[in-house]
């Protein structure tokens, strides 16, 4: 029984050792990361940055001419 034991703690051992190993990678990483989005957030243009995530507004002309003709329901029904 000892054997099993022995076994189970080395085995422990192992895996402790590997997910720290994996948790200072990872932290690494994405220090990296934050770094590279840093830069390339730096390298936009101030105006297009916000402008980029904006979606497209319908004009006031759009939202008339889509009043007039309804909905494709509608238009089926006609």
């Known amino acids: 029984m000892s054997e099993t034991t022995t076994v189970g703690t080395e085995l ?20 990296r990361i934050s770094a590279e989005i840093a830069a390339l957030q730096e390298q936009l243009p101030r105006s297009h940055s916000r402008t980029a995530t904006a979606p497209p507004r319908a004009s006031t002309k ?17």
């Open 12 to 31: 422990t051992s192992q895996y402790a050792a590997q997910v720290t190993s994996d948790l200072e990678r990872n932290a690494k990483e994405q220090q």
């Open 62 to 78: 759009t939202k008339r001419i889509a009043c007039q003709i309804g909905t494709p329901e509608e238009a089926g029904q006609q």
